[in-house]
């Protein structure tokens, strides 16, 4: 999500046209996107400026997967949502949607190094439901996913009444069949029961992904977890209640006609696969079955706020230990973007970014499997969008020794070669290791390591970086990025960088 990241660090956005205020706001402000607070740094507070509000534009980028580019030479933003592309100038009250003009109610503006442009006209464009509230100084966004229920102000971060993926309830994979040993007091969900849910805030499941023996789910919102272990045939059961599926998540893997979704899993014996469905309607329950190939003990690592992750690494014969707890190493990768809601950069011959960063960080799995002293995690493993939080939250709850995240660049046409970014201190031993090896690897010019205020680096509690390993947008760089033996070297040079860092050479 990271292409333009030697400008967007400075960018900031927005807003919405209010009567009255023609000045700066003085004192603290904040926003809250669906409910949730977004800190805000002091010098990048939201503000009232003839008459309209404007904001971070970190909100789009970070926090709502939103794709920007900007042109510091020419002035321009260019702000991609799905299948909608807005393209606005500082100074400019002109923009153009998909290329038809429009009149914004307030044209984009410079101030020192950062960049404000109108909300209204973004969210009226994008979905976003956007209400100021002057009393408590607070931007309240609410996004399509969050918006089947009604409200303004500080009541409208989340959404009420039945919000399932299908209504109807779904005769889900393993209903009440076979015999099962509930794990501690979560007991066994049987059979869905026709009505609504009574819940007015649905936790929203962004994406299910499995990878290294774990299945790891991304959620927004608060949800009970129950998980049941059972026999005939041999399978694990996780149901989360309290839960729907968001519009995102159906787009990018979606369900059948029989209301069951089924993701495919390769190079794991020990599972067949995945599948998942709306198992009840009152309460809204959304149910999780891994088939096993045989009888496998799990762990629970993690049930909360954000984030489910169970782990099949377990050994009933051993002492149960977390992700690294045995000695080894942890590391999280990432793959930037994912799924339709963040394609990332769209390279010269019109491939997607998250189809490169994907095929890299897959070769680096397949390489770590090699390696004995390292347990890695993989925030994605297929076509799916975990947002940026969930993506910290894996790490952090992991506790993992360091994360890496894999991005392609974009920018002007002469733009080319290989940059590391980091953000805290504690980072720049890990980025200038990684970028040693990402430039051997690629043979690309070097732009040498960044300091920027990159949500994945900077809210990771272990060092962190994000390797931009070339420019989508050079016609040079580009036929290199989407070459198999390319990949494989930069995957190469990825683990070779990790095991160096780790003290594993």
């Keep these: 999500m990271m292409k333009k990241l030697g400008f967007l660090a400075f960018l900031f956005f927005f807003l919405l046209a209010l009567p009255g205020q023609g000045h700066a706001a003085s004192g603290d402000t904040h926003i809250k996107l669906d409910g949730r607070e977004i800190k805000l740094a002091k010098g990048s507070q939201v503000q009232e400026i003839s008459g309209s509000v404007l904001v971070p534009i970190r909100v789009v980028v970070e926090e709502m997967g939103y794709s920007v580019n900007w042109d510091s030479k020419t002035g321009k933003v260019s702000i991609k949502q799905g299948n909608k592309t807005l393209d606005l100038t500082i100074n400019k009250k002109t923009a153009q949607v998909n290329g038809t003009k429009i009149t914004m109610p307030a044209a984009p503006l410079l101030k020192g190094d950062i960049t404000y442009v109108p909300l209204r006209f973004v969210s009226e464009q994008t979905g976003v ?148 469905s709306l198992f009840n309607n009152n309460p809204s329950t959304v149910r999780l079955v891994l088939d096993l190939s045989y009888s496998k003990n799990y762990e629970l690592l993690n049930a909360g706020d954000g984030l489910i992750i169970v782990d099949l690494n377990k050994d009933s014969s051993k002492p149960v230990t977390p992700p690294g707890g045995s000695g080894k190493k942890l590391v999280v990768i990432d793959a930037g973007h994912g799924g339709q809601k963040d394609p990332g950069a769209i390279s010269l011959s019109g491939k997607y970014e998250k189809t490169f960063t994907l095929a890299v960080v897959l070769k680096v799995q397949e390489l770590l499997k ?48 290989s940059e590391t970014y980091y953000t805290r201190p504690d980072s720049i031993e890990l980025a200038n290791v990684m970028h040693k090896y990402l430039v051997e690897a690629t043979g690309l010019p070097d732009r040498k390591v960044r300091q920027k205020s990159l949500q994945v680096t900077r809210e990771t509690k272990m060092p962190a970086v994000l390797l931009e390993v070339g420019y989508l947008s050079n016609k040079n760089d580009e036929p290199l990025m989407y070459d198999d033996a390319f990949q494989e070297r930069v995957a190469e040079g990825i683990v070779a960088g990790i095991k160096e860092y780790l003290g594993l050479q």
């Design 370 to 417: 090699n390696e004995p002293d390292i347990d890695f995690v993989l925030t994605r493993s297929d076509d799916t969008y975990p947002t940026l939080s969930d993506r910290v939250k894996i790490a952090n709850d992991l506790n993992a020794d360091i994360f890496v995240s894999v991005h392609g660049n974009s920018a002007v046409a002469t733009a080319t070669g």
């Design 129 to 276: 439901n956007v209400v100021w509230d002057n009393k408590l100084k607070t931007v309240f966004l609410t996004t399509p996913d969050s918006q089947s229920g009604s409200g303004s102000g500080s009541n409208s971060g989340a959404g009420t009444g039945d919000v399932s993926a299908n209504p109807t309830p779904v005769p889900v994979p393993d209903g009440s069949s076979g015999s099962g040993t509930p794990n501690g007091n979560s007991g066994k969900v049987t059979g869905g029961t026709t009505g609504q849910s009574t819940s007015t805030a649905l936790a929203s499941i962004n994406g299910v992904s499995f990878s290294d023996n774990r299945l790891i789910v991304a959620m927004d919102g608060k949800a009970v977890t129950k998980v049941s272990k059972l026999t005939n045939p041999d399978r694990i059961v996780v149901d989360i209640v309290n839960a729907k599926f968001s519009d995102s998540f159906l787009s990018n893997q979606p369900l059948d006609n029989s209301g069951q979704g089924n993701l495919q899993v390769t190079d794991y014996p020990d599972v067949k696969q995945v599948r998942y």
